[in-house]
């Protein structure tokens, strides 16, 4: 009886998981807290929970610039549209997937501007753009979920926060072009002389 009792006291076996062991020690791991905490800086995070995952990505409507959309966008698409006048979003072409897959609509909503919608209709909010990506691109949406697509902020420490899809690729232009490194070696031989 007593055995049973002082295995709840936290002295000798005294963690209950190994995950209770890991978190108590890393509160103060040889006098450092290990924590990603403190690499987040000023990134303003938002909490997800996907199919039991969750962790924390950046919020993103305070970094778009041309957002609220509504601010121009007060009318239906159609009603605003017109043959004489400039494009407003010029900057803006489509480099992903075909023509056929992919328009503007294919994202935006045309009656809201303010949020984005899944090919079914259903509303999606731009700090959860995400959902948008994870319709066509199951693997990298199973991997990210899991950590391995993307990239950690801070490390690997809890709390965890992962960049998400639009802080790395852009969402009408996703592709990254190839890199060839700055310069080659032959320049180094020629330096050497
Ligand atoms: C400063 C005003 C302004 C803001 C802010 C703005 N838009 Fe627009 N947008 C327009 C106008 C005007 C048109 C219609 C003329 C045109 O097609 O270029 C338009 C057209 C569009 C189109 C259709 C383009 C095409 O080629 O068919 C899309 C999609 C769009 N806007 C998305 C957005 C989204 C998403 C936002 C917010 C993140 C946004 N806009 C914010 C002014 C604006
Ligand atoms: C694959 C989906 C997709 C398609 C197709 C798409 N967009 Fe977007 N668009 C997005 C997402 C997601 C964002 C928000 C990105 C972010 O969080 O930075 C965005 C952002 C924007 C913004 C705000 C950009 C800024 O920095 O202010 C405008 C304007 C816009 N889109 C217009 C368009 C227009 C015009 C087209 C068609 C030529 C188009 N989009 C096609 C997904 C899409
Ligand atoms: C409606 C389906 C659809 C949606 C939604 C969609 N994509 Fe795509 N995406 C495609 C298709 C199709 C291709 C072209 C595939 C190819 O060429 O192999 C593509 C290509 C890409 C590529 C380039 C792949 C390569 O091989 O270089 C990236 C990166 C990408 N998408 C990321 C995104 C992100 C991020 C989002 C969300 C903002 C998104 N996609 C939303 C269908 C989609
Ligand atoms: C930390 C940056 C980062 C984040 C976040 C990220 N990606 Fe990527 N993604 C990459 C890099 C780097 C590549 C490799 C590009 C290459 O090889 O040319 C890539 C490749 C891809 C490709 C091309 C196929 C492949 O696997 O090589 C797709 C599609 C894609 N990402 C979709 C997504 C989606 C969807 C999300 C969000 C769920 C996402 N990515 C989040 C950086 C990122």
Redesign the pocket.
């Known amino acids: 009886m007593a055995l049973f009792i002082s295995s709840c006291k936290h002295q000798e076996n005294e963690y209950h998981s190994i995950t209770d062991k890991i978190e108590a020690k890393s509160k103060d791991y040889h006098g450092v807290s290990v924590s990603s905490e403190p690499y987040f800086g000023d990134i303003d995070l938002i909490k997800i929970s996907e199919d039991g995952q969750s962790f924390l990505i950046p919020e993103r409507k305070g970094n778009i610039k041309s957002y609220a959309c509504t601010e121009c966008h007060t009318k239906p698409l159609k009603q605003m549209q017109s043959k004489d006048l400039k494009k407003a979003h010029w900057n803006i072409s489509i480099k992903h997937a075909g023509a056929n897959t992919m328009n503007c609509i294919t994202c935006h909503s045309s009656n809201n501007m303010d949020d984005l919608h899944s090919l079914t209709g259903s509303k999606i909010d731009f700090n959860k753009s995400?959902k948008l990506?994870?319709q066509c691109?199951t693997?990298?949406?199973k991997d990210?979920k899991g950590g391995a697509?993307?990239?950690q902020i801070g490390g690997w420490a809890p709390p965890r926060a992962?960049?998400?899809?639009v802080?790395?690729?852009n969402p009408h232009n996703?592709?990254?072009s190839s890199k060839w490194p700055a310069r080659f070696n032959t320049q180094k031989i020629k330096e050497r002389k």
């Open positions: 995400y990506c994870s691109h693997e990298q949406f990210w697509h993307g990239k992962s960049l998400t899809c802080n790395c690729h996703p592709a990254f």
